[in-house]
């Protein structure tokens, strides 16, 4: 909004919150909402996050949005202070809508950029119009202004938190032309991108990119570095107690740009963010870096709302009390995940990463790396798809099906990602030989990001839910967790962490 023009509340009507349900969380500037709401002051035309350390406005001054799309669409101007591009952001996966969720995911990796909302409604097959109704129901904005909103917020976190020279920042935040980036800023904050950064970003003097990514508390993240740490790949990843490190390359698409390089997460025990480190030749794909960081931590989760919902179940109560804020842990590649459940099948889990290294070493490309432990890349499809892999110790019938994964891949025959739906995806994994129920339901966990998918077939989990000294059948598995939908992936990390525990007393 241009400085001098007033918001226009009336017509953003549907995508008002009542404010007394959110009044006490608001007065007590409560994190568990931040990012849920926010809250628009009329007397400054400014919108904030309900965590801004502001003085708090009176009741009868504020508006309250469903999301900073829709406070933007009303008219209202981001706070510099608490800047709202830095809250964890929309729980979209937990709204109710799996059609608003995949195009989120979809404008989340600046699919709109180049796509119209006509393109982006059949990826969902769906109408446009229908698509803006759900859009409205459940965010209360429009796609494209969403879309707007999630560039100008990635604009200017790089403006705030990094030295990038602002035309990198420019087209790293998906703007065409630097023109079009000059004037939506100055649009949204009543400022150029020169203006806003009054000082430098703070540089790490190592060539690296430093951002903060945000999430909701509560979060077990040590948890979840420990499952990606028994799942490590040596010479692609570096697992601590505190961080995460790996090399990347992002392939284009028909002769699209290419990026690679390598980051370190880090975790804080002090704040509910963790610092990300890039080092990428190729800033303008910086934004798929961190969509992808956020996806393997599972960011975007609200534990508050699985664990209220998985709480009924009185398996499930005691596991989540003991251990809350578990998260599903995403991955970088489909591909990759993939081939390591294919790897995986009837061997134990440090087995499957020896043989996951094993094909890294010798198909992946050589990565000049400073940091200790990253030695290079993991093999694209097109690669596996060519590569001898006769003589690393897998099987043949795997062997086969890896290279089945990696040709449907090359040819455009197989999608393994967000975009994917669950059954569908289920449906064409298992039509590959030497692939079953159990694979493609994992890869599915871990990749698709949908939060209902579920191995039920998974040995460990049919003794897990039962009753000790018993075993469930798959059929009465699903039964069972019929109650736990839409959130059957957080109840599977729940039950195979409750019966790794068990075993080992």
Not at 261 to 282: A, C, M, P, Q, Y
Request: hydrophobic fraction near 40%; aromatic fraction near 10%.
């Amino acid at each position: 909004m241009l400085l001098g023009m007033k918001p226009q509340i009336a017509s953003a009507a549907s995508s008002l919150l009542d404010p007394d349900i959110y009044e006490q969380a608001r007065q007590a500037r409560d994190p568990r909402y931040d990012g849920r709401f926010f809250v628009a002051v009329l007397t400054t035309g400014i919108y904030c996050r309900p965590v801004c350390p502001v003085r708090i406005p009176k009741q009868e001054n504020i508006r309250l949005y469903r999301s900073a799309a829709s406070a933007a669409a009303a008219g209202f101007r981001p706070c510099l202070r608490c800047r709202p591009e830095s809250s964890p952001g929309t729980p979209a996966w937990s709204i109710g809508s799996w059609k608003v969720t995949r195009a989120l995911e979809f404008i989340e990796r600046g699919y709109l950029d180049d796509a119209s909302l006509g393109e982006l409604a059949s990826q969902l097959d769906i109408g446009e119009r229908q698509l803006g109704r759900l859009f409205l129901q459940h965010l209360g904005a429009a796609p494209n202004k969403v879309a707007q909103t999630r560039r100008l917020q990635f604009a200017k976190k790089l403006i705030d938190e990094t030295n990038l020279p602002l035309t990198e920042v420019c087209f790293a935040a998906g703007y065409g032309s630097v023109r079009r980036f000059n004037a939506a800023l100055k649009a949204c904050y009543g400022r150029s991108p020169r203006e806003i950064r009054n000082r430098l970003g703070a540089g790490t003097g190592d060539g690296a990119i430093k951002l903060r990514l945000s999430y909701r508390p509560p979060f077990d993240w040590r948890a979840l570095l420990a499952f990606l740490s028994y799942r490590s790949i040596p010479g692609v990843e570096v697992v601590s107690e505190e961080s995460y490190a790996r090399s990347f390359r992002i392939m284009g698409e028909a002769g699209g740009m290419t990026a690679k390089g390598h980051f370190v997460v880090r975790f804080s025990t002090d704040r509910h963010e963790l610092d990300l480190k890039v080092w990428i030749d190729n800033t303008a794909l910086l934004h798929r870096v961190v969509e992808r960081v956020r996806a393997i931590f599972d960011l975007r989760a609200d534990s508050t709302i699985v664990e209220k919902s998985l709480s009924a179940d009185r398996r499930l109560a005691p596991l989540i009390k003991k251990y809350p804020g578990t998260r599903v842990p995403g991955c970088w590649s489909g591909f990759e995940v993939a081939l390591r459940a294919i790897l995986g099948q009837q061997v134990s889990v440090k087995a499957a990463s020896t043989l996951v290294a094993r094909v890294a070493a010798a198909v992946g490309e050589r990565y000049d790396c400073d940091m200790e432990g990253i030695e290079y890349f993991f093999p694209e499809p097109e690669a596996i798809a060519s590569a001898d892999l006769d003589d690393l110790g897998i099987i043949q019938t795997r062997v086969s099906a890896i290279r089945e994964v990696a040709r449907r891949l090359e040819n455009g025959e197989l999608e393994i990602g967000p975009h994917v739906t669950l059954d569908y995806f289920v449906q064409q994994f298992c039509e590959i030989k030497g692939i079953g129920e159990w694979t493609a339901q994992y890869v599915a966990m871990r990749a698709l990001s949908d939060p209902d998918a579920f191995p039920h077939s998974d040995l460990i989990l049919l003794r897990a839910a039962a009753q000790p000294g018993e075993t469930l059948t798959p059929k009465m598995l699903l039964t069972r967790a019929e109650a736990w939908r839409p959130w059957r992936a957080y109840a599977v990390l729940l039950l195979w962490r409750a019966y790794a525990e068990l075993r080992q007393k």
